[in-house]
Structure formats: structure tokens, C-alpha cells
């Protein structure tokens, strides 16, 4: 039997933790170590309870994006998801450059949820789709006279890397260009090798970048 993914809520909204919790105790693989409201409650679960993953509201006593500062300053191992209302872009960027491995919206469904989570602590990011073509613009950093880093990418490999950076998910990508899913993971664990990124944000914003320059 495989090892359940260990997860500490901190929200304060008391029913939306215990709606998250209640959903992924239903769905299975899942063991809840911790609960808190607030950024101090997020920094003790963590050194505590030593969660797999912690999931952390924005707007909450203390700040959520403090908490994340703070807790990775000291702990930069810990895998941390932002689950929010917040859509604004500051806010996303800011979480992403902190080192959150993932970014979700509130409203999200409890086995798309599932799902994300496993993929966090297999190693992989995430973002919501919604946002990752939004925040290109906002994340640009200047390239100066350095060389094109997507040269080295095969055509299949560009051909996925733009899909993603207009905001599709693997889902769509595959379906977009007829190929399996677990075929779009692999071209982007390769492409995410390659450019020395770490997610899918920072390898859409190479392409962004390229673009900008031709």
C-alpha cells in the first residue's frame, strides 16, 4: 500500500478547511496532520507536523505570502500550495518567486485538487491555467544580449512549450495535438531540463521572452 500524502490546511474560514479535508479523506491517499487559521499557525505546522504538503490561504492573520516567506527562509524543502480567491497577479507572482510549488484558485474540484497535490509531491508545479498565460507579461525579466535558450529544444518540444504558455494544461495540450497525456508530461519534464527552470511558469516565460526579442 503506497505512503498517504501528509497535509496541514491553514485558512481561516474554519468550513473551507474542513470541506477541503472532508473531500480528500473521501478520495483516499491523503492524511491530515495539521490545521491552523493564521501565518504563525502555518510556520509552527511545519516545523511541527512536518507536513508533505502545506496548503495556505493569501488572505489570512499574518498573511499567507509571509508565512510562505517565512517558512521557506528556514525550511526550503517544505512543498507549499497557495489555495485562494486572490487572482491578482501581484499576488501570483509573488507566491512563485517565494518558491510556492503551486498556485490554485478556490472553487477548484476536490479530485482536480487530488490530483495537483499528487503531482506537488511527486516534484512537479502547478499553476491554474488561468493565470499562467496572464502572468507572462508581469514576470519578464530583461534578457539582455544573452543567447536564445530555446534553441536547443526539439520541434515537438517548442510545439508543446508554446501550447503551455498560452495557458493550456497537459489535458489539452495532448488533446490539441493528439498525443497521451503521460506523452505531454514527458516532452515537459525534458523541457523543463533543458532550460533549467523549475515549472511550467518559468518555461513559458523563456518562450515569452524569445518572443519579445524577435
Same mark, same amino acid.
Given at each position: 500500500?503506497?505512503?498517504?500524502?501528509?497535509?496541514?490546511?491553514?485558512?481561516?474560514?474554519?468550513?473551507?478547511?474542513?470541506?477541503?479535508?472532508?473531500?480528500?479523506?473521501?478520495?483516499?491517499?491523503?492524511?491530515?496532520?495539521?490545521?491552523?487559521?493564521?501565518?504563525?499557525?502555518?510556520?509552527?505546522?511545519?516545523?511541527?507536523?512536518?507536513?508533505?504538503?502545506?496548503?495556505?490561504?493569501?488572505?489570512?492573520?499574518?498573511?499567507?505570502?509571509?508565512?510562505?516567506?517565512?517558512?521557506?527562509?528556514?525550511?526550503?524543502?517544505? %512543498?507549499?500550495?497557495?489555495?485562494?480567491?486572490?487572482?491578482?497577479?501581484?499576488?501570483?507572482?509573488?507566491?512563485?518567486?517565494?518558491?510556492?510549488?503551486?498556485?490554485?484558485?478556490?472553487?477548484?474540484?476536490?479530485?482536480?485538487?487530488?490530483?495537483?497535490?499528487?503531482?506537488?509531491?511527486?516534484?512537479?508545479?502547478?499553476?491554474?491555467?488561468?493565470?499562467?498565460?496572464?502572468?507572462?507579461?508581469?514576470?519578464?525579466?530583461?534578457?539582455?544580449? %544573452?543567447?536564445?535558450?530555446?534553441?536547443?529544444?526539439?520541434?515537438?518540444?517548442?510545439?508543446?512549450?508554446?501550447?503551455?504558455?498560452?495557458?493550456?494544461?497537459?489535458?489539452?495540450?495532448?488533446?490539441?495535438?493528439?498525443?497521451?497525456? %503521460?506523452?505531454?508530461?514527458?516532452?515537459?519534464?525534458?523541457?523543463?531540463?533543458?532550460?533549467?527552470?523549475?515549472?511550467?511558469?518559468?518555461?513559458?516565460?523563456?518562450?515569452?521572452?524569445?518572443?519579445?526579442?524577435?
Amino acid at each position: 500500500m503506497s505512503t498517504s500524502i501528509r497535509i496541514a490546511i491553514v485558512d481561516d474560514h474554519p468550513l473551507f478547511r474542513e470541506g477541503v479535508a472532508r473531500s480528500l479523506g473521501e478520495i483516499g491517499g491523503f492524511e491530515l496532520v495539521g490545521e491552523g487559521a493564521s501565518a504563525e499557525d502555518a510556520e509552527r505546522l511545519a516545523r511541527t507536523s512536518t507536513p508533505d504538503i502545506l496548503l495556505l490561504d493569501i488572505s489570512m492573520p499574518g498573511g499567507g505570502l509571509n508565512a510562505l516567506a517565512g517558512i521557506l527562509s528556514t525550511m526550503p524543502e517544505q %512543498k507549499i500550495v497557495m489555495l485562494t480567491v486572490s487572482e491578482t497577479n501581484a499576488d501570483v507572482a509573488q507566491a512563485l518567486k517565494a518558491g510556492a510549488r503551486g498556485y490554485v484558485l478556490k472553487g477548484v474540484g476536490s479530485k482536480a485538487l487530488a490530483e495537483i497535490l499528487r503531482d506537488v509531491a511527486n516534484g512537479q508545479s502547478y499553476v491554474s491555467p488561468s493565470l499562467s498565460a496572464r502572468l507572462l507579461s508581469d514576470l519578464l525579466q530583461p534578457t539582455g544580449s %544573452k543567447p536564445d535558450p530555446l534553441s536547443q529544444l526539439t520541434g515537438r518540444e517548442a510545439e508543446i512549450l508554446k501550447l503551455v504558455a498560452e495557458g493550456l494544461s497537459n489535458k489539452e495540450v495532448a488533446a490539441r495535438l493528439s498525443l497521451q497525456e %503521460k506523452t505531454v508530461k514527458h516532452h515537459m519534464t525534458r523541457v523543463l531540463a533543458k532550460l533549467n527552470v523549475r515549472n511550467r511558469t518559468e518555461a513559458a516565460l523563456l518562450m515569452h521572452e524569445a518572443r519579445e526579442r524577435n
